[in-house]
């Protein structure tokens, strides 16, 4: 008599204690993944200020970057930096005032 799978086989996995929930998970493991996923956002954005930046000031690829080019691509560096500071200052004070506005709101 042959044998028929109504469901799939159980995996060796299924066997296997049940985990905890994620928001029960390690301290230090959380705190390398938010580490490591800041790293990897740093680099993509590295990434693509590099291209962006090239893109714009960079004519000819030659041995040598010529004045107008260095130039070029130390005011984008400046520009972008500047940008993102701006950016984060705005949501950091949005963010300190919100508390502020949902508790006049309440009175």
């Not at 905890?20 to 390398?32: E, I, K, M």
């Not at 080019?69 to 300190?96: G, K, M, P, W, Y």
């Amino acid at each position: 008599m042959e044998a028929s799978w109504s469901t799939p086989p159980p995996s060796p996995s299924s066997s296997s204690p049940p985990q905890s929930s994620p928001g029960a998970a390690d301290p230090q493991l959380r705190r390398f993944v938010e580490v490591e996923t800041q790293r990897q956002r740093a680099q993509q954005l590295v990434h693509h200020l590099t291209e962006l930046c090239w893109e714009k000031c960079v004519d000819k690829p030659g041995p040598r970057l010529d004045r107008r080019a260095e130039v070029c691509l130390v005011n984008c560096v400046e520009r972008f930096i500047d940008t993102s500071q701006f950016i984060l200052n705005r949501l950091e004070q949005t963010h300190r005032a919100r508390p502020l506005l949902s508790g006049s709101l309440a009175d």
